[in-house]
């Protein structure tokens, strides 16, 4: 019988008799290929593939896909995870090396080892999981032009497509697709072939042409788990072109393929969001999603149900059960904090269109309170809901004067209604005093004079299980974080207006017959005192109400666009208040609504009034002259408020804020003073947000565009700056006094600053030898330590060759968990210094000075 023994030792003879007959790589013989190619493929080919494969799997094994959004087609590594992959991708480039360099057989310009271009293709995808992806792409274009004219090119071409893509360099990305299309990919690429393109196509926002790669892809896509995410993609894709049967046909598909429970049940329900309002089969899936409900194991996912079974109710022009749904899913809500903000913001949406805008900020808000930052439109809904929250402050205010001031103008109705809520205060002190008493009737009866010393903590009731207690206090901090005992508690803004102060606390000075502490409440002169009884105060409240009524006619028009409501405001406003300040801008703001919705009417009659009454006004002066607006003193006064309020979110970092209000200042403000500043401005934030050649060419722009400008002569010095290699500082905040310098092209430390108190110094060089050790094999690094001053040491770790070495090299630091946890966990400071800085820094003791410096500089791209 033949075991796996003798097949072994055979083998093993075998390799030992070629090795004795001569195996140079210099001589294309039998031996020599046969002994080069069998120990390539089993001694280090074999072992660098499994080192992939099973990191690969342990990807996929992590990863935690966000089915609100479209799915990923590749799972890659974060920048984390990729840190953590260092060491088995060192190994595989170790391996690869080996081979390539003990086993190449290039022998009159052709190579004789067939594993030699697997073991290129290995190496560059290492890089390419190291993020180097640089490195990788020269890799993958060698093999493209030392094997062009066999199919192992298309392998290296596919790969250099995915790196520029992640490099975010889409032309160079499509030139190499493109370059396969021409040639024609070979049956064994094809899977990967279209499957990178239909990538490449979902990140241009092409979603036809993704479809269309996508569906060729899955014709020679062989592999059960490519299989199922391609399904599941392409019927997100048909989803989000409202193809509804085709998308559910993929959904059922993906669960037929048996996929993880997470993408079985997404599945589900996203079949369940396909559903066709012509089609027969409504009952069944409403059906389906009803047991769902009922099954236990879906108690997390009960928000996502609901989610889908709102959506059905909208599709069938059930918009209260739409409604009430969407209310379920977010109640529902325990973990997801995504889909809890997801239901909030559909409620928001749907109340913005009504509109109803006191239910639709009240929904934004909740909506804020858990969406993630990261979410796409964050800021797009962050700027809605402020607008939102201005307007319903308004909107509440002219509310409570207009409810304050009949009170003081109507005595029956007044004494009526404050008797009603001093009635409402008695009975509240009733049932308190009542609950109050049979607490204390409780405790005497069950002899516990410390109640939560006595609880057993299997309890029934939930506040009497301290067990059950505990764990709903820790998921209501899981998901509203440290929220105040408070009214709107659930709010994350509280600019809310209440008629009387709900919170008074009891006015121990009054004393009842009994001796007891008189509350307010029950008494009229708590109430009277908001009611607006004197001239000077019910003057205090019509000047709240005609702010609030202008300032919503703004906001009517500027914020939301709502035309037909912002005329309402201006006409209350001057109907009511016709010798108030703001009976002019008031028509002028009409005048300007007539000319956007074309009412030529509207527009004749507040031309006419404005003219007749006012033909001296700036306002007049505008209507009769369309470019006065240039130069006139009130608009200057806005556009600079205006400019005032963007420049501030610059100096926040909110570039992208910037560029929305530098856009709109254009539409706004039409030909206004400081355009030039606001472009300006804008190219700046540009520079934060884009890339050098974005920025490069607004700053261009500014000197076409502004040629004696003052903004002019500041673009062309940062493009001068630009020209010589040296960053541009954009902040505008005060440098550190000694004079750093950036070279990137110098050698860099790592500082670490330690409190001199700390005795475990010794303990963290040997940790950071340790990690250099596991994840920089390769390269030698000098820890060592030293005194500052009397306060504070140094461990520095020397040297890295260039920026990028550096940058690579503190990213990991930041990023492990594993060897490093002591030190980052101390919070202590740490950054990059180069050769030539750090003899300034050491020289002047300018630890706080240089972490300025680095944190303008460095930190931000790092």
């Known amino acids: 019988m033949i075991t796996k023994r003798h097949i072994s030792y055979t083998v093993s003879l075998a390799l030992l008799?070629?090795?004795?007959?001569?195996?140079?790589?210099?001589?294309?013989?039998?031996?020599?290929?046969?002994?080069?190619?069998?120990?390539?493929?089993?001694?280090?080919y074999f072992n660098a593939r499994e080192i992939r494969k099973a990191n690969e799997l342990q990807l996929y094994e992590q990863h935690k896909d966000d089915f609100s959004e479209l799915l990923p087609l590749f799972i890659y590594p974060t920048e984390e995870q990729s840190k953590s992959m260092y060491p088995d991708m060192d190994k595989i480039i170790e391996k690869t090396s080996t081979l390539i360099h003990r086993h190449s057989m290039f022998i009159k310009k052709e190579e004789h080892n067939r594993w030699i271009d697997d073991s290129y293709m290995l190496m560059g995808i290492a890089r390419f999981y190291k993020q180097e992806y640089y490195v990788g792409a020269?890799?993958?274009?060698?093999?493209?032009?030392?094997?062009?004219?066999?199919?192992?090119?298309?392998?290296?071409?596919?790969?250099?497509?995915?790196?520029?893509?992640?490099?975010?360099?889409?032309?160079?990305?499509?030139?190499?697709?493109?370059?396969?299309?021409?040639?024609?990919?070979?049956?064994?690429?094809?899977?990967?072939?279209?499957?990178?393109?239909?990538?490449?196509?979902?990140?241009?926002h092409n979603y036809d042409e993704a479809i269309n790669q996508l569906e060729k892809a899955l014709k020679t896509t062989k592999k059960k788990r490519e299989k199922t995410r391609f399904n599941y993609v392409l019927a997100q894709l048909w989803l989000k072109k409202k193809e509804y049967a085709k998308a559910s046909e993929l959904f059922s598909t993906v669960i037929k393929l048996r996929p993880k429970y997470d993408m079985m049940f997404n599945a589900k329900i996203s079949r369940a969001m396909s559903f066709d309002n012509g089609s027969e089969d409504s009952q069944d899936i409403k059906k389906m999603l009803t047991r769902m409900v009922k099954d236990k194991k879906n108690t997390e996912f009960l928000d996502q149900i609901y989610y889908a079974l709102a959506d059905i109710a909208f599709k069938e022009g059930d918009e209260p059960l739409g409604i009430k749904y969407l209310q379920k899913s977010a109640a529902a809500s325990v973990s997801n904090k995504k889909q809890k903000a997801l239901s909030y913001l559909r409620l928001g949406e749907l109340f913005y269109e009504k509109p109803d805008y006191l239910s639709s900020q009240a929904y934004y808000d909740n909506c804020l309170t858990v969406l993630p930052k990261e979410f796409e439109r964050y800021d797009q809904i962050d700027a809605r809901n402020k607008s939102l929250t201005r307007l319903v402050k308004n909107i509440l205010i002219v509310q409570e004067q207009d409810s304050l001031q009949k009170l003081a103008n109507d005595e029956s109705y007044r004494n009526k209604v404050i008797q009603a809520l001093i009635d409402q205060a008695i009975e509240e002190d009733r049932l308190k005093a009542l609950e109050e008493e049979n607490d204390a009737n409780f405790i005497r009866d069950n002899k516990a004079p410390n109640i939560n010393a006595n609880l057993d903590n299997t309890g029934k009731w939930y506040f009497y299980n301290q067990t059950t207690l505990g764990f709903g206090f820790t998921d209501f901090k899981k998901n509203w974080g440290n929220r105040k005992l408070e009214d709107n508690w659930r709010r994350s803004n509280k600019e809310t207006v209440a008629t009387f102060d709900e919170n008074a606390p009891v006015d121990s000075t009054k004393l009842d017959s009994t001796g007891q502490a008189i509350n307010p409440k029950t008494t009229p002169e708590y109430y009277m005192a908001a009611i607006p009884m004197t001239d000077s105060t019910m003057n205090r409240s019509h000047n709240l109400i005609?702010?609030?009524?202008?300032?919503?006619?703004?906001?009517?028009?500027?914020?939301?666009?709502?035309?037909?409501?912002?005329?309402?405001?201006?006409?209350?406003?001057?109907?009511?208040?016709?010798?108030?300040?703001?009976?002019?801008?008031?028509?002028?703001?009409?005048?300007?609504?007539?000319?956007?919705?074309?009412?030529?009417?509207?527009?004749?009659?507040?031309?006419?009034?404005?003219?007749?009454?006012?033909?001296?006004?700036?306002?007049?002066?505008?209507?009769?002259?369309?470019?006065?607006?240039?130069?006139?003193?009130?608009?200057?006064?806005?556009?600079?408020?205006?400019?005032?309020?963007?420049?501030?979110?610059?100096?926040?970092?909110?570039?992208?804020?910037?560029?929305?209000?530098?856009?709109?200042?254009?539409?706004?403000?039409?030909?206004?003073?400081?355009?030039?500043?606001?472009d300006f401005l804008a190219a700046m934030a540009l520079g934060h947000v884009s890339e050098r050649d974005s920025f490069k060419l607004a700053l261009e722009n500014i000197v076409t565009n502004y040629p004696g400008s003052d903004v002019s002569i500041e673009a062309k010095r940062i493009l001068e700056l630009m020209k010589t290699g040296i960053k541009v500082d954009m902040s505008g905040d005060e440098a550190s006094k000694v004079p750093y310098t950036h070279n990137f092209n110098d050698e860099f430390h790592l500082v670490l600053v330690i409190p001199g108190t700390d005795k475990k110094v010794n303990k963290y060089k040997v940790d950071i030898s340790n990690f250099n050790g596991k994840y920089y094999s390769g390269k030698t690094f000098n820890v060592s330590n030293i005194f500052i001053d009397p306060t504070q040491q140094l461990v520095i770790v020397k040297k890295m060759d260039g920026y990028d070495a550096a940058k690579d090299y503190y990213a990991s630091f930041k990023l492990n968990k594993d060897h490093l946890s002591d030190i980052l966990g101390l919070g202590y400071s740490y950054f990059l210094i180069s050769k030539d800085n750090f003899v300034l820094f050491y020289k002047n003791k300018d630890v706080k000075g240089y972490l300025k410096f680095f944190e303008k500089n460095f930190e931000e791209e790092l």
């Open 17 to 44: 008799m070629l090795v004795i007959l001569g195996c140079s790589r210099k001589k294309n013989r039998f031996t020599s290929r046969a002994y080069h190619n069998t120990t390539s493929r089993y001694n280090w």
């Open 138 to 204: 020269e890799i993958f274009e060698y093999v493209a032009k030392a094997y062009k004219n066999k199919d192992e090119r298309f392998g290296a071409l596919i790969w250099l497509a995915r790196t520029h893509m992640e490099l975010k360099e889409m032309n160079k990305a499509e030139s190499y697709l493109v370059l396969i299309e021409e040639k024609g990919c070979p049956k064994e690429y094809n899977s990967d072939y279209h499957a990178v393109f239909a990538d490449f196509y979902i990140r241009k």
């Open 546 to 678: 005609i702010e609030a009524l202008y300032a919503m006619g703004n906001l009517y028009r500027e914020d939301f666009q709502d035309y037909k409501r912002a005329t309402q405001s201006f006409e209350d406003l001057v109907a009511r208040y016709d010798t108030c300040r703001y009976k002019l801008p008031s028509w002028y703001n009409l005048y300007r609504i007539s000319l956007l919705i074309d009412d030529d009417a509207m527009k004749e009659k507040y031309k006419r009034l404005i003219l007749n009454n006012y033909p001296e006004s700036e306002y007049a002066r505008i209507i009769q002259d369309p470019t006065y607006n240039k130069v006139t003193r009130e608009n200057r006064k806005r556009v600079n408020n205006y400019y005032s309020i963007v420049y501030d979110l610059f100096k926040e970092n909110q570039y992208d804020k910037v560029l929305v209000r530098c856009e709109k200042a254009k539409a706004i403000f039409a030909d206004n003073h400081i355009q030039d500043q606001f």
